[in-house]
């Protein structure tokens, strides 16, 4: 499975991180809301664990875009 995991407190999420690779998962990092955007835009992930007071980018705003761009990608 392929997380991304968004999280701006680097420890905590430096630890979820190498707990779910522990778990042979594939896992990316995203230490603020608009790089999580970058991700998600790119690759496509089966899970994504989401801080909501993130900086640069809210985690409600992401999570919107997220939605959106799954609609619209269904329309396609």
């Known amino acids: ?10 420890l ?3 630890a979820i991180a190498e ?3 522990d778990e042979a998962h594939a896992v990316d990092l995203a230490y603020d809301g608009a ?3 970058e991700r ?3 690759n496509d992930y089966d899970v994504v664990v989401l801080d909501r007071d993130l900086p640069l980018a809210h985690g409600d705003d992401v999570c919107r875009a ?6 619209s990608e269904r329309v396609l």
């Not at 997220?66 to 609609?71: P, Q």
């Open 19 to 21: 707990w779910l690779r």
């Open 40 to 42: 998600v835009h790119v």
């Open 66 to 71: 997220m939605v959106r761009a799954e609609a």
């Open 1 to 10: 499975m392929r997380v991304l995991v968004v999280e701006d407190e680097r």
């Open 12 to 14: 905590l999420a430096d």
């Open 35 to 37: 790089a999580a955007l």
